[in-house]
């Protein structure tokens, strides 16, 4: 079937500081690949996505690369900010247009 | 260009009662999609519609219901609530058949049942 299994939080770093989120994925058929975060009392925005292996997506400083061999698309940013506090949810799709299969959210807390 | 509404943000019932949740898709969005979000997991795809007509459906129980209009507007309806359907609901619209994967989300409404 279809899942999505991402780093347990919750995630607490200091400001400026590198942060990794792991998820992994197995999926039936050819999946597109998706972050999303969501603020407080927000609903959920996307964040970045990449649609084939080895594609690298980008947005506001975060970075996450499609590795088909790993089955993974961990998150990255080099140094982050106190307004980068947030759950981060890892996502597949494996049918455009059609549903989403979401990881159970990582919570990140930047302090100064 | 608006975003999508959801209507209520908040409300609490009683187990056993019917509610209906209502979403105001994005201007020129025509699909629109319901998630559940229980506390501190990951949202569940519960269903989609397009055309008025459902198109594709999660693992959920046939108490769950939608109904899509003309406007593109949508609701959820939930027979028979029980306590494990406290969640929060979460709209999203899209546009079909346009393979960029834009869905746009609603800030949800936070369902409680007692």
């Known amino acids: 079937g279809n899942s999505v299994t991402q780093m347990e939080g919750p995630v607490t770093l200091s400001e400026e500081a590198f942060l990794t989120i792991n998820c992994t994925y197995t999926?039936?058929?050819?999946?597109?690949l998706f972050w999303y975060v969501q603020y407080p009392g927000e609903g959920l925005q996307l964040l970045l996505k990449?649609?084939?292996?080895?594609d690298k997506g980008s947005n506001k400083g975060f970075e996450a690369t499609y590795r088909k061999e790993t089955t993974s698309f961990h998150l990255e940013k080099g140094s982050v900010q106190v307004s980068d506090s947030a759950v981060y949810f890892c996502?597949?799709?494996?049918?455009?247009?059609?549903?989403?299969?979401f990881g159970t959210g990582t919570s990140l807390t930047v302090i100064p | 260009e608006t975003g999508v509404t959801q209507s209520p943000t908040h409300l609490i019932k009683t187990r056993g009662q019917q509610v209906t949740l209502r979403c105001s898709s994005q201007?020129?969005?025509?699909?629109v999609s319901w998630y559940q979000q229980a506390l501190g997991q990951g949202p569940q795809f519960i269903f989609q519609?397009?055309?008025?007509?459902?198109?594709g459906r999660g693992n959920f129980p046939p108490r769950f219901s939608g109904l899509q209009f003309p406007n593109y507007s949508s609701e959820l309806n939930v027979n028979a609530l029980e306590l494990d359907d406290s969640a929060l609901y979460l709209c999203?619209?899209?546009?079909?058949?346009?393979?960029?994967?834009?869905?746009?989300f609603g800030s949800g409404t936070r369902l409680t049942v007692v």
């Open positions: 999203a619209s899209s546009l079909a058949g346009v393979q960029n994967y834009v869905y746009t």
């Open positions: 999926a039936t058929g050819y999946p597109s």
């Open positions: 519609y397009y055309r008025e007509e459902e198109n």
């Open positions: 201007s020129g969005h025509n699909t």
């Open positions: 996502a597949l799709s494996v049918s455009a247009g059609n549903q989403f299969y």
């Open positions: 990449a649609t084939k292996a080895d």
